[in-house]
């Protein structure tokens, strides 16, 4: 079985700009958990979707956006792009339930300048 | 507010030492608790789970503890290898009027040298 999979690897963008983000889950895992990792701040959850609905929110800006598809891939969008946006983003899948381990991808590592 | 503490420092041991780390939490009543391995650039790995009602749990070399009285975890690597080397992460289950997230500590990276 594949595991989550997270594209681009890397990305490079100005600020201002604006950037979308790609996760392709594992198969048959219906949720999607994002989460921006920075060496100051560690790993900060950002949201989550089931089945095509955000379920769970954390604490950031309305600049940070996402979505689900039908076949349960996900994609985040940050618009306006800052300097403290610069981070490694991370998705992670899960089969549905709130209890259960998280199966991360490698994530994109997003630089803003 | 929630906070998650782990040890910020590196802990450094010897190869064949038992690594201990620890992950202390205020203001929650998880009803799990779940440790994760993070290699440098590259996503955590799962490695344990346990809930509320368990003292103890273990995996091969790997054992953690639960103590909700204290609000601590305690994860245990014996044996260690330089291959165990890698940074470490306690996640809790954090419910919310936005609904439930697993909540990371900061992490705490852990060197073996040979």
């Known amino acids: 079985k594949a595991g989550v999979t997270q594209t681009p690897r890397y990305l490079i963008k100005t600020r201002g700009q604006q950037v979308t983000l790609s996760c392709s889950p594992i198969?048959?895992?219906?949720?999607v958990s994002w989460y921006q990792q920075t060496p100051g701040q560690g790993l900060q959850f950002l949201f989550e979707?089931?089945?095509?609905?955000?379920?769970n929110k954390g604490n950031f800006p309305g600049r940070f956006s996402g979505r689900q598809f039908s076949n349960s891939r996900s994609e985040m969008n940050v618009s306006t792009l800052e300097l403290g946006d610069s981070a490694l983003y991370l998705c992670?899948?899960?089969?549905?339930?709130?209890?259960?381990?998280?199966?991360f991808g490698s994530g994109t590592q997003l630089s803003v300048l | 507010s929630q906070k998650i503490e782990q040890n910020s420092e590196a802990l450094n041991i010897q190869e064949g030492k038992t690594a201990t780390l620890t992950c202390n939490y205020t203001?929650?009543?998880?009803?799990?608790l779940q440790w994760y391995r993070q290699d440098p650039g590259r996503g955590p790995v799962f490695l344990l789970l346990?809930?509320?009602?368990?003292k103890e749990k273990r995996k091969e070399r790997l054992k953690v503890t639960f103590d909700t009285t204290l609000k601590q975890s305690l994860f245990h690597i014996t044996a260690s290898q330089p291959a165990d080397s890698a940074t470490y992460l306690c996640?809790?289950?954090?419910?919310?009027?936005?609904?439930?997230?697993?909540?990371f500590g900061g992490g705490t990276r852990l060197m073996v040298k040979p």
């Open positions: 198969s048959g895992h219906r949720s």
């Open positions: 203001n929650y009543s998880p009803a799990y």
């Open positions: 996640a809790l289950d954090f419910h919310s009027n936005a609904g439930n997230m697993l909540t």
């Open positions: 979707y089931f089945s095509e609905t955000q379920r």
């Open positions: 346990i809930r509320e009602n368990e």
């Open positions: 992670a899948s899960r089969p549905g339930g709130s209890n259960e381990k998280l199966f």
